[in-house]
């Protein structure tokens, strides 16, 4: 298994500023995800981060909006830059691991942003 | 690339059994993961099935054939806190990501 938290649980922003996430995991890990969710809307991956490369961006997210920073196998950082009342969501990070039950994902508590 | 779909709501009794399918397209994955998530809570992992066939895991099952593109989570002895959204996803075998459905929500009633 894999303990994963996130910082801040919550935040309330002003447009046009940036908020950095923070997420930790109890273990190593070769890659960490960055998923977005709406309340009520299924998760949507916006970035596979990998420890000594540059993150591998989905269509519709770019590293400008979205950089990550992957320092060491354990921690990894998503900034949201330059945010509008659209960035408003929830944020999560999590883990694959490969266990007796298959390929698990684990993820982190999230992160509520609101763009005012 | 990779779709897949659930039914938006599903309501049971007590008790009961619910079925929520997933049907996908996907030039390649993996296998087949199922995701609980309680509202304001993180997903937290259920199910996978890599091959065709069920997997059971206590009150939950889930089943998969990849000739038919479908698959399915099985409910049994419904609980109350078994009410929650519930999401398939796929690892894709080409670009290692994960996709996930749209989210069943299912209600159980007393």
Known sequence: SAVISQKPSRDICQRGTSLTIQCQVDSQVTMMFWYRQQPGQSLTLIATANQGSEATYESGFVIDKFPISRPNLTFSTLTVSNMSPEDSSIYLCSVERMEVSGREQYFGPGTRLTVT | ?????????????????????????????????????????????????????????????????????????????????????????????????????PGTRLSVLP
């Open chain 2, 1 to 101: 690339g990779q779709s897949l779909e659930q039914p938006s709501e599903v309501t049971a009794v007590e008790g009961a059994i619910v079925q929520i399918n997933c049907t996908y397209q996907t030039s390649g994955f993996y296998g087949l993961s199922w995701y609980q998530q309680h509202d304001g809570g993180a997903p937290t992992f259920l199910s996978y099935n890599a091959l065709d066939g069920l997997e059971e895991t206590g009150r939950f099952s889930s089943f998969l054939s990849r000739s038919d593109s479908y698959g399915y989570l099985l409910l049994q002895e419904l609980q109350m806190k078994d009410s929650a959204s519930y999401f398939c996803a796929v690892k894709a075998i080409y670009g290692q990501n994960f996709v996930f459905g």
